[in-house]
Every structure is written in C-alpha cells, then in structure tokens.
C-alpha cells in the first residue's frame, strides 16, 4: 500500500492534457482519478467582445429609461407649484401631493418600461439573434451567463421575458 503522497505522484502521470482537468477522489481506501469539468452556466460570460456587447446593450437600456424619470420629477414639481401657488391650498393640505405623486410615478415607470421593452424589441434582440446564431450559442446559456454579472440587471430583465419559441433563432 502507497502512502497518499505516493499514490498523488503515482496519479500525476497519469494526468489529462493541459486545459483539462481531474478530480481526485478517496473511495474505500483508494485515491481515484476522474474527469471533472466546470459547469459551464455557472462560467458568466468570457469572451470579451460579447460581454461588452452586452454591456452596452445594458447601458443603452438604463439609459432609454431616463427620459420618463426626468419628466415625472419635472411634473412633479409643477404639480406641488400649481397645488399650493396658483391653486391657493395651504400646507395643513400636505397629502394631496404624496396621493398626487403616486399616479404620476406609476405613469413614469410603465412609460419607461413600454420604451425599455420596444428598444429591446427593436435593437437588442436582432443583434443578439445574430450573435447566438453566429457563435452557435444556445440561448439558455446565454441566459445563464447574463444572469451571473449583476450589472446587467435592466438586460437581464427584459430578456426573460422573451422566448425564442416566439421566434426563430
């Protein structure tokens, strides 16, 4: 019987080429060698071309959302400016813009949701037909790979809501 040390340098020899790699295990006594490969939904995304691709994609959305914020905290504004200046109605009032407020909030956010989901739509999802298809990448897997970088959570949230049984990829 090796000690492990020798059983280790008995295994060495025995090795996978470079890039692959080896799990060494102990069962009933004896050290075994197996194949082991890294899941490959959990590796993100790795080529650099498409990563930044997806970056600015990313970017681009949050970016398609600013636009209605702006004009809600703009006609937020105005409304307590009309409420209280034009309209005469003191602070003992204060509630009418809060409740004032949140329907117009609620009209930013699905304004800015409508537009996030057209440009998705529009110039997202053909470039990333395109690459998937050029790269012969499944989509899931893309999925997978978005969903391990937390800084494409506006990419990550239109894109699951997309199938591609609804299109062709």
């Not at 409420?83 to 949140?102: A, K």
């Amino acid at each position: 019987m090796f000690s492990p040390y020798e059983e280790l340098e008995y295994l060495s020899d025995y090795l996978p080429e470079e890039g692959e790699a080896v799990l060494v295990v102990r069962e009933s006594g004896e050290l075994i060698c197996k194949p082991w490969s890294q899941d490959d939904l959990r590796e993100g995304i790795h080529d650099s071309q498409l990563y930044g691709m997806l970056v600015q994609a990313n970017e681009r959305l949050s970016s398609v959302g600013t636009t209605p914020l702006w004009v809600a905290g703009i006609a937020l504004v105005w409304l307590a400016i009309v409420v209280h200046g034009l309209l005469g109605v003191g602070w003992d009032r204060w509630y009418l813009i809060p409740g004032c407020s949140i329907p117009v909030l609620y009209g930013a956010l699905y304004w800015m949701k409508k537009r996030q989901q057209a440009y998705f739509q529009n110039a997202i999802l053909p470039m990333l037909q395109t690459e998937l298809r050029n790269r012969q990448t499944p989509f899931y897997s893309l999925v997978a790979g978005i969903r391990q970088h937390e800084e494409f959570r506006c990419l990550l949230d239109e894109i699951v809501h997309w199938s591609p049984l609804k299109s062709e990829l």
